[in-house]
């Protein structure tokens, strides 16, 4: 029986964690797609390859603001809408933990 994409998706557990970023490719290698599901798509370990190839050494950091913006974005439209459904007048700032390299600026 030939390996297919459900069988990568199922051995990376993508289904747990992936959202609408991460995906297994036609190939079976895990793709992102910086922008989300529609968006184009980033072979990871092509681009790992590609890096390395290039003289970097792994293992590397990748960044995908794009990802970060929308899960923000997700938030805060859940504070707006249960705000407007309980009829809450007071305004709010969202402040919420995020896992970074402390050496940057996110």
């Known amino acids: 029986m030939a390996w297919t994409v459900n069988d990568s998706r199922n ?3 993508i289904r747990h964690w992936g959202g609408h970023f991460f995906d297994a490719g036609d190939n079976g290698n ?3 797609r ?3 599901r529609h968006g184009s798509e ?3 370990y092509a681009l ?3 890096l390395a190839a290039s003289g970097l050494e792994l293992p590397l950091l990748v960044r995908f603001p794009d990802i970060l913006q929308q ?3 997700r938030i805060i439209e859940g504070f ?5 459904a309980w009829e ?4 709010y700032t969202l402040l919420y933990p995020v896992k970074v390299n402390q050496q940057e600026a996110v």
């Open 48 to 50: 790992t390859r590609k």
């Open 30 to 32: 895990v793709v992102v």
């Open 42 to 44: 980033i072979d990871l």
């Open 34 to 36: 910086p922008k989300g």
């Open 11 to 13: 051995l990376y557990g």
């Open 80 to 84: 707006d809408a249960a705000r407007e």
């Open 88 to 91: 809450y007048p007071q305004g």
């Open 71 to 73: 899960r923000a974005r």
